[in-house]
């Protein structure tokens, strides 16, 4: 079977070059986000690992990953809670879970006394309310008798060398601002503010630090940068990769030049090799590997196109071999990025925290 390793020493010093980043002074403005199982790490074994740093507050996707490690933190929002998840009741009455409002009509639907983070839109044109129904969703809030936890966006161009991760930034300092007065004149208690991931708090954190402390974000959402990776063309803080991926060998056999290996013979031996194949294919979530790809093991072995459902084939004859402990020449060969390739592991595979 193949295993993720995570490397727990990689994880806090990743958690410190975080910290001292975004926020040396205040910790307990970082916040980790765990969504997809922890971007395909496990998420309890991250969510302990979170624990030990003494990380205070998690972001998930859906309500089993919040019920799964509601004791191990203060508060954990959930981005996108659904009606009809089997345990959406239990969520609801967990003290310690909050749930995303994206849209005037969930403001509609969740129970009174439902704790919600009111999601608004800055400029990314996703998911949220727009800024003109702030007033509109106070409202509701207010008749609805609902607790008003937080209020955030998400800027979506924190990697990009242009002026939209800026204008976004004021315009959730205008949405700040407006929502301050509303509180007064609702008599709701200011929430918590929060708008940037890993890249943009890194970007932007020391604008942010010299706001007015009420207008300051009070919380930074951490991803990808725990993981130990950064998409941005600019910024290259020394994050350390935490997961390492292994495989099992299945069999070995010796073959002469110009064989021909897999579906449809595509890899073919330029020279007499020892081949084996190993226990992960596209079924594990690895991604599958094309005629005219040129990828290693980390070991530096060929591995050798088509991949198959179930495994691929390298040229070695280890019994065991690491097919990444670095995703990103994976995300390059297949033109995506870390987050797609590492989101894609099955949950099914042991994450072993060394
Ligand atoms: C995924 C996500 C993040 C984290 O983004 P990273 O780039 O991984 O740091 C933050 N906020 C929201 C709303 C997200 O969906």
Do not use: W
């Not at 975080?18 to 997809?36: F, G, R, Y």
């Not at 727009?130 to 008749?143: Q, R, Y």
């Not at 063309?233 to 069999?251: M, R, V």
């Amino acid at each position: 079977m193949p295993y993720l390793e995570i490397n727990s020493s990689h994880f806090f010093h990743n958690y410190h070059t975080i910290l001292e980043t975004i926020s040396p002074n205040k910790p307990q403005k970082i916040a980790i986000v765990l969504k997809d199982n922890a971007y395909g790490h496990g998420i309890l074994e991250i969510a302990n690992l979170a624990k030990q740093a003494n990380i205070q507050t998690a972001f998930v996707k859906n309500t089993q990953e919040a019920l799964s490690i509601a004791p191990l933190f203060n508060t954990i929002t959930i981005l996108y809670p659904s009606q009809n998840a089997p345990d959406f009741k239990t969520a609801l009455k967990t003290p310690n879970l909050y749930f995303c409002a994206p849209s005037l009509e969930s403001l509609q639907n969740y129970p009174q006394h439902t704790s919600i983070e009111l999601k608004i839109d800055s400029g990314m044109h996703r998911n949220g309310i727009s800024k003109t129904d702030l007033n509109t969703a106070f409202d509701l809030i207010k008749k609805r008798n609902l607790h008003l936890k937080g209020i955030f966006t998400h800027n979506g161009f924190g990697d990009d060398v242009n002026s939209a991760f800026y204008t976004q930034n004021m315009e959730f300092l205008a949405i700040k601002q407006e929502a301050l007065k509303l509180c007064q004149h609702y008599g709701i208690l200011r929430p918590r503010f929060h708008s940037l991931s890993s890249s943009g708090a890194m970007r932007a954190s020391q604008f942010d630090a010299n706001l007015p402390q009420e207008l300051q974000d009070d919380l930074y959402r951490v991803g990808i940068a725990f993981y130990g990776y950064l998409c941005s063309d600019f910024q290259n803080p020394p994050l350390k990769p935490i997961a390492a991926l292994f495989a099992n060998k299945i069999s070995t056999l010796k073959l002469k030049k110009g064989s021909n290996i897999g579906y449809s013979g595509m890899g073919i031996l330029e020279q007499d090799s020892i081949v084996s194949t190993y226990d992960i294919g596209y079924g594990d979530g690895f991604f599958r590997l094309r005629e005219n790809m040129q990828l290693h093991s980390a070991e530096g072995f060929r591995i050798l196109p088509r991949a198959s459902m179930d495994c691929i084939s390298i040229l070695t004859d280890a019994p065991k071999v690491c097919i990444f402990n670095d995703v990103r020449s994976l995300a390059k060969a297949f033109d995506t990025i870390p987050y797609e390739i590492l989101a894609h592991l099955h949950a099914y595979i042991p994450r072993i925290v060394v």
